[in-house]
T-cell receptor
Framework: GAGVSQTPSNKVTEKGKYVELRCDPI?????LYWYRQSLGQGPEFLIY????????DSGLPNDRFFAVRPEGSVSTLKIQRTERGDSAVYLC??????????????FGEGSRLTVL | GDSVTQMEGPVTLSEEAFLTINCTYT??????LFWYVQYPGEGLQLLLK?????DKGSNKGFEATYRKETTSFHLEKGSVQVSDSAVYFC???????????FGGGTRVLVKP
């Protein structure tokens, strides 16, 4: 497909476990974003990649959260020692270049994480 | 820091009614402003945007005007359809242009 793809669409895990969420952006898009959306709230910024590097990781809530984009395409969001408060929908978005002022962000449908 | 406040929903309307969703913002400098829409079962989509004061963004019959004096970007549509039922998010991109800051979203339900 031509859109942003996120896997898994749903993930249920137990408190304390490690999870990985994958984002496959639109081909050729250099900018990639991760957001977190809790129930009934707007998306909250986590991290922004330009190419392979994290240009802004100021939204990561603590050191249990980490994201990589080793080849400048697919990105993985990694959460260690999950807590119940991590339960949310994790959204990925990509854009052709730069931030939202320079190009439209295209969002995936999200990965719903439930921590029991 | 940057923030966006929008009216809480749900907003329930009849088809062909007039829709307004209020949005105000706080930001340093001159942000760009956006409305995103999330239809049931789909990802967020850009609906419209405005990049400077007094600009009007429009798309699919929706309009919003960037009002710097009132720090607002209210969304309007003159005659809604059932297919407009969705969650609408107001957002801004600040001076650095690195990211979007979203409001809490407003759910709109249009009944036939």
């Amino acid at each position: 497909g031509a859109g942003v793809s996120q896997t898994p669409s749903n993930k249920v895990t137990e408190k304390g476990k490690y999870v990985e969420l994958r984002c496959d952006p639109i081909s050729g898009h250099t900018a990639l974003y991760w957001y977190r959306q809790s129930l009934g709230q707007g998306p909250e910024f986590l991290i922004y990649f330009q190419g392979t590097g994290a240009a802004d990781d100021s939204g990561l809530p603590n050191d249990r959260f980490f994201a990589v984009r080793p080849e400048g395409s697919v990105s993985t969001l990694k959460i260690q020692r999950t807590e119940r408060g991590d339960s949310a929908v994790y959204l990925c978005a990509s854009s052709l270049m730069g931030g939202p002022n320079t190009g439209e962000l295209f969002f995936g449908e999200g990965s719903r994480l439930t921590v029991l | 820091g940057d923030s966006v406040t929008q009216m809480e929903g749900p907003v329930t309307l009849s088809e062909e009614a007039f829709l307004t969703i209020n949005c105000t913002y706080t930001a340093t400098g001159y942000p760009s402003l956006f409305w995103y829409v999330q239809y049931p079962g789909e990802g967020l989509q850009l609906l419209l945007k405005a990049t400077k004061a007094d600009d009007k963004g429009s798309n699919k019959g929706f309009e919003a005007t960037y009002r710097k004096e009132t720090t607002s970007f209210h969304l309007e549509k003159g005659s809604v359809q059932v297919s407009d039922s969705a969650v609408y998010f107001c957002a801004l991109s600040g001076a650095a242009g690195n990211k979007l800051t979203f409001g809490g979203g407003t759910r709109v339900l249009v009944k036939p």
